[in-house]
C-alpha cells in the first residue's frame, strides 16, 4: 500500500529541539533600545570656546577675554542630562586699573569645575533650545606685570609685579541652541552648541577701600556637543 512506501528513518523533532519562549529570534531583546542600551552609550562630552563679557562692578577692573570649557557626564534621557564641566576665562585688566597695582599690565584668569545639568526643550528637533546652570569650585588669580630691561635678545619682557587670588563657589545659568549632525533619521547624537550664560563668583573685595565683593560675567561659547 501507498502507506507502506513511507521513509519511518525520518525522526520528528523533540521538544528540546523547539525554540523556547522568548528565545532567540526577531523579536529577542526588545527591551533594550533607544535610549536604554548601556551606560557607555549614554556618556556626554562636549568642547567649546568663546568670548566673556564683564557686567556689574567688574566692568572698571577687568576686560572682555577668552574661555576655554571641556566637559563629561550622562544623558539620563534625551532631554535630561549632567555635566561636569571645566572652564578657563582669560581677562586683561584696563590700563588705569593696572597703574593703582603699581603695574603696566595685567590679566584675571579664572578656573572652575562645576556641575551643570541641560535640559532640551525640543529633544526631537534637528533645531533645538535648552537651558542650563549650576555650580561649583572657582579660583581667580589677578595679576600685574611691569616691562623689563631686557632679555638676551635686547627685548622688553614683562615681569610679575603683585598678584592676588582668591577661591570661593559661584553659580551661573544660560540658555543655548543646538543643531543636530548627522543620524539617518535625524537622531544622531552629535550636535552645535552655541550659548550664553550669566556667571556670578562671590569673590572678596580687591582693597578694603572698594566694593568689588563680586565678579560678574557673560561667557558666550560656541562648541560641539556629543
Known sequence: MAEDSLDNSVALPSLADLPAAGGSGAGAGQSEHGWKHSLSNNYAIELGAG??????????????????????????????????????????LPGAFVATGGGTSGNAHIWSFTLDPVIDLFPKSVNSIYVTGGGGFYRKVTSFTVDVCCDFYGDVVPELANHFSSNQGGANVGLGYTHRLGGVYGDGKMKIFAEARYLYIHTPPITQANDLGTTELIPVTIGIRY
Do not use: C, M
Not at 75 to 80: A, D, G, I, L, V
Open 51 to 92: 568670548f566673556n563679557a564683564p557686567i556689574g562692578n567688574d566692568t572698571p577692573y577687568i576686560t572682555w577675554g577668552g574661555n576655554f570649557t571641556v566637559g563629561g557626564g550622562l544623558h539620563f534621557s534625551k532631554r535630561f542630562s549632567a555635566l561636569i564641566e571645566y572652564q578657563l576665562l582669560d581677562n586683561k
